[in-house]
């Protein structure tokens, strides 16, 4: 399900049948252009995986609306945010919920984060639309699936 | 002195533009939605239900369900999509094509084929263990109350083209 009034409608009568959120956490920065293209195609990438995270499992789980961080800002103060979003998702109540992301850097702070941090290692990629891409996520997709439901 | 005087009629100004925007927005806003209540032949049909090659030849299609993806493009309002769509697709035993829609009836995740162990020969959504028979019919006893949807399809040139996905009375 998504952050949308339709799904919203449905998570409400069905409350117990979801129980698992997820937070796409997305890097932003403008200081460093040459990084730009870098930067929003992790983002363009990151959003089409958990969308189709979101597909495949959208009866159980919750897509949370990105959340933005600068991309070289602290992260210290950012988990500190991060874990009262996980709280708040939390206490409704999910028993699962997971941090989506690219960025390798959270990977140190994982131990202080409520939420189970997914890290994958991004891809950089032309056309985010290209079918090879897609390809490829599709096969990535689906192992973090397996690995999500692994919880349950 | 006067430089603050102007200052405030121009702030006053630009209230009054905003103002005005903002009811013409509003205006239309209003006027596609007026035109969709008086005159529903107007309004278009969206590219969901044209029938698209998914890229399956017919010969290709075995009696074991595989699964194929593809993409529609669609204009929803201002905005551009391209929506993944999936089927499970097989030959039933007389050598009928069947499509069925992966989105469980339950609450909308993807089943898959033989998707659990201990359920040979059947769909399983994972989701909160819902099955369904091979021809798509739902297992009393699990979450779902309908059986899996149908696609609308057509071969031409021995390649599989499929359409709208059509929903069947729960069994
Ligand atoms: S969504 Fe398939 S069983 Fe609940």
Redesign the interface.
Known sequence: MQWIKKDMELYVGSKEYIDTAIIPILPFQMSQEGNLSKSTSKREILSIFATEIENELSGRLLLIPNYYYLEYGDKVEEMERLNKWTKEIQAQPFKHVFVLTFDSGWKRYEKDMSANLLWLPGFQAENPNSDELRQMIRGQVSDVVELIRSYW | MSEDKQQVSRRQFLNYTLTGVGGFMAAGMLAPMLRMAIDPVLQSTSSEGEFVNVGLAVEDITTTPQRV?W?IEQVDGWYQS?P?RSAWVYKDDNGNIIALSPV?T?????VSWEGNDSHPNEFF????DGRYTKDGVNIPGT?PLAPLATYEQKVENGILYLGKAISRKGA
Do not use: A, E, I, R
Request: aromatic share 0%.
């Open positions: 993806d993409q391209k993944g469980c339950h609450l909308g995740c993807v959504c994972p989701c909160h979450p």
